[in-house]
């Protein structure tokens, strides 16, 4: 009889569990719960969207918009959504060192990708290592696979000058000959990019003629051609970017260098080719870490620019957008793996990824987190383009290979 | 050093004058308006990137190279007039530092602009089909194009020379900026004559924008380096003089030439480094009026 006289006569022991619990989360203090576990996943992005690299962080936005709007749809990371937090670095490193601190100090962001020089990415890189935040940078450097700059907390999705000038000069050197004449903007990149090359050519026994600096911001480069031309190189080397690249490959041109010089490039950009006309760049063999007419050949960079194009209104993405895409990608996928945002957790399922996002296979190597990845040999076209967008022919893949990588050794990781 | 011959240092001193006459054109506009007006005009690099702009606009139209040439002036010159007419004139008798300051403002706001309409990428040029290539010169092979710039460089010193030491038009332009107050009296319309003369400057640099288009596309930032090698230019030739700009401008590029030869990081310096040297032996320039910054 004793069962009459309980006051839960008659309830069901799980039916009350039941009912308290919907009781307790309608409470405020369990809404707290449900939200702290809901957080959205911020990822800070620095990049210049103002100043001479405008266009091209605008596109990094864009594709890195994709990756954070494919990750939302397949359902976040146990429901957490993602938020990307773009910021105006100015291609400035004291300014992108201010708002990766920012990012990490006022918003909370739980990593940062970004960046589109090498100058600002060391500064970012210096602020994450230091607050425990992963970086994962999306512009060319090699100092930052460095021992020096490096943390565990650092990650590279871009290619390094090493790789790009290295799959350069390995497919140049062999075709065109061993006479070179570098003609090299005045600053790191250039630097970095002549070791490259350099590096690549001791196999073929190359013969630099020359190796002609040039100021950042140079308009006119008729000065230095009549000389180039008298050196009669096999190879004319132009290390430069943006502008610089765009008035140096016009002028040649126009100088008649074309004639007998094939002109090669480390970095072969779409937007300079668009920028600088067919004209100028006809002819010229560079690399690229990624060019849209790879999606004939390879099925994930069709998806990748099919979805761009339908977010976009039919444009494609270009080299470094598609970086930004890769670089926010991994990081989410590294999340979801570890089913965590703890850096701690997360760096251990950067390290396991093997991925093809929308360039073919890639892994970061362990001692530097350097991704491993194609640079792609592409010739710029002036005739037979099938629409505005088709300005390059792909002519040659360096596969992924930590050969064509310098040694964890020689950047001084211990073993 | 290798492959040094006497070929290749003629060719680059040849280099230097096709360099030098771009030059030329844009420093003989600054030192028109200087040397009339008495207005350091910030803003001509300004006028010299509008110039390819509005090139650019006649070549998108269905337009040609050689339309443009004609076009291009007569629109920057009349936005020139325009600028002179409203921003420049009320400042007039009020020190060289004003006009000074508000073409320098009027720069960034022309820069800024032509990034909303045109977008800051900047875009590529093609050279006219009829100037396209290279041609053998005797020392080396030179682009047709730079040689075109050369010849209208010529004409168009020639032309303002013309025009102002011919006309009667240019007589009292060259009075006026002697004395002004005198030529009022004579029954001159002196503020007419500077509207004119701001115009001409404006449209020459114009010119130069267009010319230089070919070689190094148009974009919005293209007036600020050339703006100060225009300056250095115009200070070693003598602020306000016309043959020193010319000699002066033709000087710069073989010097920056000759130096581009042998120590190629030292070009752009060595344009200052001359400035340096000219000033310390002549402070006026090589034509200049002494006391006229005064």
Partial sequence: ?415 | MAGLSYDLIALQLFTGLALGAIYVLLAIGLSLIFGMLTVVNFAHGAFFMLGAYVGLTVLDHGGNFWLALVVVPLVVGGFGLAVERVLVRPLYGRGIDYPLLLTFGLSYVLVELVRIVFGTTGYPVDTPDLLQGATDIGIGYFPLYRLFIMAATAVILIALWYFLERTRYGLIIRAGARDPQIVQVLGVNVARVWLLVFGLGCAIAALAGLMAAPLQGANPEMGGPILAEAFVVTVVGGMGSLMGAVLAGLLVGCVVSLISLFEPEMAKVSIFALMALVLLIRPQGFFGRAGLMS
């Fill in chain 1, 1 to 415: 009889m004793t069962d009459i006289t309980t006051p839960f006569a008659g309830i069901d022991r799980r039916k009350f569990l039941g009912t308290a619990g919907l009781a307790v989360a309608a409470s405020p203090f369990a809404i707290n719960i449900a939200r702290a576990q809901e957080a959205t996943i911020k990822i800070g992005f620095p990049v210049p969207l103002t100043g001479p690299y405008g266009t091209e962080a605008q596109n990094q936005v864009r594709a890195a918009q994709v990756a954070i709007a494919e990750f939302n749809e397949a359902g976040g990371l146990n429901g957490r959504q993602a938020e990307l937090l773009v910021r105006d670095d100015k291609l400035n490193p004291g300014e992108g060192a201010t708002r990766a601190l920012e990012l990490i100090e006022n918003d909370k962001v739980n990593f940062i990708v970004g960046s589109l020089s090498a100058a600002v990415q060391l500064a970012v890189n210096n602020v994450t290592k230091q607050r425990k935040v992963i970086y994962n940078s999306i512009s060319q450097s090699d100092a930052i696979n460095e021992a020096a700059d490096f943390s565990p907390y650092t990650f590279h999705e871009a290619l390094n000058p090493h790789m790009t000038a290295g799959a350069v000069g390995r497919y140049a050197f062999p075709k065109y000959g061993k006479k070179v004449v570098f003609l090299t903007a005045d600053y790191a990149y250039g630097y970095e990019m002549v070791r490259g090359f350099q590096a690549a050519g001791k196999a073929f026994n190359i013969e630099v003629l020359a190796d002609i600096r040039h100021p950042l911001g140079t308009t006119d480069f008729s000065t230095l051609l009549p000389r180039i031309m008298s050196l009669k190189p096999d190879i004319l080397c132009i290390i430069n970017f943006g502008r610089d690249q765009q008035i140096a490959m016009k002028q040649a041109t126009d100088f008649g260098v074309k004639k007998s010089i094939q002109i090669i490039t480390p970095i072969l950009l779409y937007s300079a080719r668009v920028a600088g006309g067919p004209q100028a760049f006809d002819g010229v063999v560079g690399g690229t870490s990624y060019y849209w007419g790879l999606e004939d050949k390879v099925p994930t960079a069709k998806a990748f620019n099919d979805r761009f194009r339908k977010m976009y209104s039919g444009a494609v993405p270009t080299d470094y957008g598609a970086m930004g895409y890769a670089g926010v990608r991994t990081l989410l996928m590294a999340a979801k793996n570890a089913g965590s945002t703890d850096a701690e957790k997360v760096i251990p399922a950067m390290e396991a990824l093997k991925y093809d996002y929308y360039k073919g296979p890639e892994y970061y190597r362990k001692c530097d987190h350097q991704a491993v990845q194609s640079v792609f040999i592409i010739q710029s076209k002036s005739k037979d383009m099938k629409n505005a967008d088709d300005v390059f022919d792909v002519v040659a893949t360096d596969a992924p290979n930590e050969a064509n990588l310098r040694s964890c050794e020689e950047l001084g990781h211990k073993a």
